[in-house]
Each structure stands twice: as C-alpha cells, then as structure tokens.
C-alpha cells in the first residue's frame, strides 16, 4: 500500500478541477490509497464534492478563518502535521500548488518534484524541464516522501459516483501571523473556465489593442471556447494576466486550441503541447506556431477570424 | 530598509534553442550562450527601483555556480547593485541545498528583503524562494506582479491561476519576481567599466557547512514527443471543412 495525502485546491466555494486530474496522476502509484486534505475556511461542500471522486479513500478536511486566501505560510505547516506516515504528497501544479508544495517540502527537509508529467515507477517519474524542450526521468530516493506538484494537463480527471468517507481533522499547529491576505482581484466572467474548456481560442500580440481582443470574444462566444492569449498580449495591456497561456501562464490541453497573430515561442508552445487539435492563422507562412499546428491558414487575422465567425454561424 | 539581497542564477539564455544529448546525459550546454535567468534580472530591477527610490540602503546579489557565475554577476553589479557574493560549486546543487546556502548568505548579511526569480528557466523548479522562506520561517510572497513597502511590512500583489491576489507580509520576507514586475534596464557601457571595481566576494559552497539532502536523481533526458505538422488550407471555406472532418464542429 502507498499512502498518497493529495492537497485539494478550490477557491472558498467549490472544489478546483484540477484536484480531479492530480488524483488521476495519484491513481496510477501502484497500491495508491488516496486521502485528499481540503483547508478551508467552511469546508463541508468542498469536501463532499472531493467525497465523489473516483479513486479517492478519505477526505480530511480542516476548517479555519486563517485558510482565508489559501496562504503557502498558513497552509503549509498543518500539512506538515498531518504528513506523518504518507509516502506521497501531491498538490497540483498551479499557483495554488506552486506556492504551497516547495514550502511542505522544505519544512519536511526535502526535495520537490515540479510539473509531474508521468508516473513511470513507484519513485521513478518524468517532467518537462527547459520550456518544454526536454523531459527528464527522476527518482526519489528511498526513505523519504514523495513530494510533488502534478502537471495536470498531462491527466484526465477521474469520474465523479465514490462516496468517500470525510473526516474532520484538528490539527492545532501554529498559524503565523507575519503574512495576511487582504483581497482577491478576480476577472469574474460568464465564458468556460480556460483550465477546463474544452476549446480555446487565444489572440497574440498581432491584434494590436484591447478593442481589437473583440476579435476573439465573438469567435469564442460563437465556439462556446475559452479564451487565452501570449505574454506578449498580456504585457501590452490586451487583456488580464490569467488569460497567459504558456511556461510562465497557464498549461491546457483542451479538445481545439485556436491561435490566432500567436507566433509561437517555445515559452507559448509549452503551455498548449497537449492540446487535441492546434489550428494557427498567422500572415506570416514562417511562423514557428505552423510546425506544430495541425490546421494551418496563412493570412490576416482581420479578414479571416470576423469570416469564420460568421461562417460559424 | 537597510539591505535588499537578491539571487541572480546563471542559466541557458531564453532564445536558445535547447537541445538534448545525444546519449540522454543531460542538455548541450558547450558554446551556448548564458544569461541571468530572466526572472532574477527582474528582481534586481526591483530591488535598484527600491534602493533608487530612497527605500533601501543597499543591494547585494548572490549566485551559485561555478566561476563562469562571475559574468552574470558582473552584469548584475554593472546594473546597479553595490556588491556580490558567488557560492561556488561545480555541482550545481538540489533546490533544497541551494535554498539552505543562501539560507546561510541571509543569516550572515541580515538582509530585510529578498527578492528572487519566481522559477530559473532552465530546470523550471520555482521552488527556491518558497524553500528558503520556508527555512527562514518567514513569510513569502510569489509571483509578485507589484511591490509596495509601509514600515515594517509589504503589500504584494500576485500573479495567480484566477488573476491577483493581495497579500501584506512583515518584514523581512522572501519575494519572487514574476515577469510583469517591471522591465528591466539595459546596462550601459560606462556602468560596465565601473562594475568591474565592485567587490565580489568568493565563498567555497562547502564553507556554508550546508547538511546533506536527499536529491532527487536525474535518470535521463530526452526530447518531448514531437507534435507533426499538419496540413495547410487555403481559406475559411478549407478551415471550416478540416474542422468538420476531425469532428470538431
Ligand atoms: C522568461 C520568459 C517567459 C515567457 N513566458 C511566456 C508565456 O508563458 N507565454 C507566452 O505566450 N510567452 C511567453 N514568453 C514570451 C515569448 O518568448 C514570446 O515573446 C511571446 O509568446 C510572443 O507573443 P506573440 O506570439 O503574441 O507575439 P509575436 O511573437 O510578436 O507574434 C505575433 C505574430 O502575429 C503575426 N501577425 C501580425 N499581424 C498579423 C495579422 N494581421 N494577421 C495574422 N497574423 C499576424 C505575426 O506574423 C507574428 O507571428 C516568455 C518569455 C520569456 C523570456
């Protein structure tokens, strides 16, 4: 038996999808037995729906106000106190993940492993390092946790139907005072979530303003698609930083990811290797996106994408 | 504030482009070019902004490398900061003995801020930050996209998955730089014969006396699954059909 402690991430309210992913990623440990922690400041409805996940034993759910903000400082010492006899302890590879899991691991006095793309043994996985110009096999040595943040666009989220214990924890460790959350500033909107979507549509540097990324909102509507963009988009004001897609951005892997006036750089690329079909439309027939799209349309974005739009129709 | 400490790593410039070994031993690093890994040279344009604006006294860099680290610290001193210190090591170490040496550089210079990239582009870990905040027992503030200082604490704005958070943290803290922090400087010529007067310290990585840790093995590199290029349409009417023929619409 392999006892894998998964850290849920949600955002006060429900659970994250990417915990359905991370716990496909956990499955696959030969003899996983899987307990997934939810910290929140109320608990139960996230904690019930971790409760349906396939592959999931117990859900162990703490409930504080100091969970407020979902804060590495706060968070990382109970996850300390309840690592105790897990050999595994897994949390996704967001920002939530990202900024929480190298905490653990160094209060643990060990090492990390970042972006998990395969379980290839008990101890043996593989990961993109370099942009993704490199993958590299490691190995935990024996006698210590695995710690590790889950690339969740390499796994397909497990089905929903378990009904899985949950167990109220109290685990009384310190709650530092010396970091405070005091807001969030989250771009609320009606369109499917970019991590999840099942299409994308994402607009570059070309589109030249914010006024112009309507351009891709009416496509994307017209495609029910969410939406995303380069750094370069998003450096120039275009549209809001979580909309960045790449090595620095978010990483998808969605059914059709359309990019358009993207010129694709291996900082871009990485974060949409996954995707099922990659259509470019780019006026410059050289653009590196080309090597890697499987439709391609030479051609200016500001004739092409308002035809297809209406060709959609 | 009295001193901002930054970490500067050196790393495979980001307009390489990175190949795999032939025999699966590692990336060709021979006769690349080598910068500061992107997001350092982003917090210590931070950390000059601060200094320049009369919120710190002085800015101290610090890398872990081999010697050839000296250049990227040259650099970094031609910027602006007043000193470096290079942990030297052939080896470069695992994240968590990287985050306890510069644990070490922190208790002997005291700093009240630490500003680091939020990940090295090379093995892409972001994890020395979080680590060495971790040690430090103080607090961190990641993926900092805006920095604000009031008294003895900092408001951090954050880059995160939803879009900003905000968070205040006392002092001292560990801060990593995400990209739109700020844009960085170019170096001027003058600043680069002046850099060269700036003292730059040595310290052996095994002088730290930093405790052994389990690393993690590196068993064998290899390129990523290659996506094929696919075919090309001529217009709308071709997109929408090929859309069609893999059932996507
Ligand atoms: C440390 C680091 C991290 C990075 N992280 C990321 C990341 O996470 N995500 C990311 O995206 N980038 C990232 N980058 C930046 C990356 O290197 C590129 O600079 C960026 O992706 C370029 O964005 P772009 O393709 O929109 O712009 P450009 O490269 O300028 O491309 C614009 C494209 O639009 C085409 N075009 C122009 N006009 C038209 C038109 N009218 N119709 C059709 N096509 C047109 C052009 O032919 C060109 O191909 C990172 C860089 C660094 C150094």
Redesign the interface.
């Known amino acids: 038996m392999a006892k894998v402690l998964l850290i849920a991430e949600h955002?006060g309210t429900s659970l994250n999808p990417n915990t359905a992913k991370c716990i496909a990623c956990a499955a696959q440990i030969p003899g996983a037995e899987i307990d997934v922690a939810v910290f929140a400041e109320t608990a139960g409805d996230i904690a019930a729906e971790a409760a349906t996940l396939d592959s999931v034993a117990r859900v162990l759910s703490s409930e504080g106000e100091a969970y407020r903000?979902a804060?590495?400082?706060v968070l990382?010492p109970q996850i300390v106190k309840l690592a105790d006899g897990y050999e595994y302890i897994f949390g996704p590879s967001?920002?939530?993940g990202?900024?929480?899991?190298?905490?653990?691991?160094?209060?643990l006095?060990?090492?990390?492993?970042?972006?998990l793309m395969s379980v290839e043994g008990e101890r043996?996985f593989k990961r993109?390092?370099?942009?993704?110009?490199?993958?590299?096999?490691?190995?935990?040595?024996g006698?210590?946790p695995v710690i590790a943040t889950v690339r969740t666009a390499s796994f397909r989220a497990v089905a929903g139907g378990n009904s899985a214990p949950v167990e109220a924890l109290d685990l009384a460790a310190e709650m530092?005072d010396?970091?405070?959350?005091?807001?969030?500033?989250?771009?609320k909107s009606d369109r499917p979530d970019l991590?999840s979507a099942s299409?994308v549509v994402a607009g570059g540097r070309a589109l030249g303003s914010e006024e112009n990324f309507d351009l891709i909102y009416k496509l994307a509507d017209r495609l029910e698609a969410g939406i995303g963009a380069s750094?370069a988009a998003?450096?120039a004001g275009y549209v809001?930083?979580?909309m960045q897609i790449g090595?620095?951005g978010?990483i998808i892997a969605p059914?059709?990811y359309i990019a358009i006036g993207i010129s694709g750089a291996?900082?871009h690329l990485t974060g949409i290797?996954d995707a099922g079909?990659?259509?470019a439309i780019n006026k410059d027939e050289e653009a590196p996106i080309?090597?890697?799209?499987?439709?391609?349309?030479?051609?200016d974005l500001f004739s092409?994408v308002p035809?297809?739009t209406e060709?959609?129709n | 504030m009295e001193k901002i400490l930054v970490g500067l790593k050196r790393v495979?410039d980001?307009n390489v482009?990175?190949?795999?070994k032939g025999d699966g031993s590692g990336?060709e690093t021979e006769g690349v070019k080598m910068s500061i890994n992107p997001f350092d040279e982003i917090a210590l344009e931070e950390a000059l902004r601060i200094k320049e604006r009369g919120e710190a006294n002085e800015v101290v860099i610090v890398s872990i490398g081999s010697g050839d680290a000296q250049q990227q610290l040259r650099t970094g001193l031609a910027m602006g900061a007043d000193r470096a210190i290079l942990v030297e090591t052939a080896e470069a170490p695992?994240?968590?003995s990287g985050?306890r040496a510069l644990l070490e550089i922190v208790k002997r210079e005291n700093p009240e801020l630490v500003i680091l990239g939020?990940?090295a582009?090379?093995?892409?870990?972001?994890?020395?930050g979080?680590?060495?905040?971790?040690?430090w027992d103080?607090?961190?503030?990641?993926?900092a996209?805006k920095l604000e200082f009031d008294g003895n604490s900092a408001?951090v704005t954050?880059?995160?998955?939803?879009?900003?958070?905000?968070?205040?943290?006392?002092l001292p803290?560990v801060v990593t730089a995400?990209?739109?922090l700020n844009e960085p400087r170019y170096v001027k010529l003058p600043d680069i014969m002046k850099a060269k007067k700036k003292p730059l310290d040595q310290v052996p990585l095994a002088e730290l006396s930093v405790p052994d840790?389990?690393?993690?093995?590196?068993?064998?590199?290899?390129?990523?699954a290659a996506?094929e290029?696919?075919?090309?349409?001529?217009?709308?009417?071709?997109?929408?059909s090929?859309?069609k023929d893999?059932g996507?619409?």
């Open positions: 955002d903000g804060l590495a400082a990382a967001t920002t939530f990202k900024d929480l899991m190298p905490r653990v691991a160094a209060l006095g060990v090492n990390q492993i970042s972006d043996t993109p390092i370099y942009a993704g110009s490199a993958v590299v096999t490691v190995e935990v040595p006698g210590v530092p010396h970091t405070r959350f005091i807001a969030s500033e989250t771009g991590q299409r750094r998003v450096d809001p930083n979580e090595q620095t978010r059914d059709l291996i900082q290797k079909t990659i259509v080309f090597e890697v799209a499987d439709i391609g349309l030479v051609g092409v035809e297809l060709a959609l | 495979v980001y482009r990175v190949r795999v990336v695992d994240p968590l985050a939020k990940q582009i090379d093995d892409d870990n972001s994890q020395t979080q680590m060495l905040a971790a040690l103080r607090p961190q503030a990641t993926f996209s408001r954050r880059e995160v998955d939803a879009g900003l958070d905000i968070i205040e943290v006392d803290a995400d990209l739109r840790s389990p690393a993690i093995a590196e068993k064998n590199f290899e390129p990523p996506r290029r696919g075919i090309m349409v001529d217009d709308v009417a071709g997109l929408v090929a859309l893999k996507l619409l």
